[in-house]
């Protein structure tokens, strides 16, 4: 019966365990890290939306608040992260359900005022 290596000598077998991970390290077939170099291939192009979305900022004028704003406005909406055609339909449908919404208050702030004065009246 033979014994736990662990048990015998843990000194012994935490070095053959550093010896056997040096071992396998060096006959590894992996490049260095330092020679290593990512480069695309010729057909695919790294695109961000934020190339053309996101200003940084800039002084005090009033353009420069504008560019704030609209980089603001793209990140708080995530709208950087869409392609063109998906930022038009959000605004699209975004305006039509803000319309919607102002015409729906107009409408109930109207029927108030007219149910509030009807009752001050009589």
């Known amino acids: 019966i033979q014994s736990n290596p662990i048990q015998s000598n843990p000194i012994q077998f935490i070095h053959r365990l550093s010896y056997l991970y040096s071992q396998i390290m060096s006959t590894s077939s992996y490049p260095p890290p330092s020679t290593t170099s990512i480069t695309p291939s010729s057909h695919y192009v790294f695109k961000t939306n934020t190339d053309s979305l996101c200003y940084g900022d800039g002084d005090?004028?009033?353009?420069?608040?504008?560019?704030?704003?609209?980089?603001?406005?793209?990140?708080?909406?995530?709208?950087?992260?869409?392609?063109?055609?998906?930022?038009f339909f959000f605004h699209v449908f975004g305006w039509m359900f803000l319309t919607s919404l102002f015409l729906y208050l107009a409408v109930f702030f109207q029927g108030l005022y007219a149910g509030i004065t009807m009752e001050i009246t009589e």
């Open 60 to 87: 005090r004028t009033t353009t420069a608040l504008f560019t704030r704003f609209l980089y603001r406005y793209n990140l708080w909406t995530g709208l950087y992260m869409l392609e063109p055609h998906e930022r």
